[in-house]
Nanobody, 122 residues
Framework: QVQLVESGGDLVQPGGSLRLSCVAS????????MAWYRQAPGKERELVAR????????KYADSVKGRFAISRDNEKNTVYLQMNDLKAEDTAVYYC???????????????WGQGTQVTVSS
C-alpha cells in the first residue's frame, strides 16, 4: 500500500523559511521522479516543484523559482522542499507525489497523503 506522509509545515512570518519532508513507502521510490504540490483555500492544486529519480533534473513553478529548492534522499525514501523568503501567497497545504518523469508536467501517480499546512502570516 502506497503511503505519502508529509511533515514540516508551520506558521511562519513573511521572509521566513521552512523545510518540508515527505516519506514515501509502498513503491520503489528511487525509480520515480517526485513532485511537490500545494493547494490554497478555494484554489486548485498546483505543481510547485519536481525532481528526477537521480536528482539530475529539477523544475519549479515560476512563482517559487529562486526561493524553493527540491531535493531527495533515495536511501531514506524521502523528498524535501526547502522554502525560503516565504510570502503570504505561499500559504497552502503542501503535498508530495510520485510522477513518471520530471521532464514534463506528468500527472501524479498515487492517492494523496494528508498534506502539511504552511501558513505565512505576520
Amino acid at each position: 500500500q502506497v503511503q505519502l506522509v508529509e511533515s514540516g509545515g508551520d506558521l511562519v512570518q513573511p521572509g521566513g523559511s521552512l523545510r518540508l519532508s515527505c516519506v514515501a513507502s509502498g513503491f520503489t521510490f528511487w525509480i520515480y521522479a517526485m513532485a511537490w504540490y500545494r493547494q490554497a483555500p478555494g484554489k486548485e492544486r498546483e505543481l510547485v516543484a519536481r525532481i528526477s529519480d537521480g536528482s539530475m533534473t529539477t523544475k519549479y513553478a515560476d512563482s517559487v523559482k529562486g526561493r524553493f529548492a527540491i531535493s531527495r534522499d533515495n536511501e531514506k525514501n524521502t523528498v524535501y522542499l526547502q522554502m525560503n523568503d516565504l510570502k503570504a501567497e505561499d500559504t497552502a497545504v503542501y503535498y508530495c507525489n510520485a510522477i513518471r518523469t520530471a521532464l514534463n508536467d506528468a500527472p501524479p501517480l498515487y492517492s494523496w497523503g494528508q498534506g502539511t499546512q504552511v501558513t505565512v502570516s505576520s
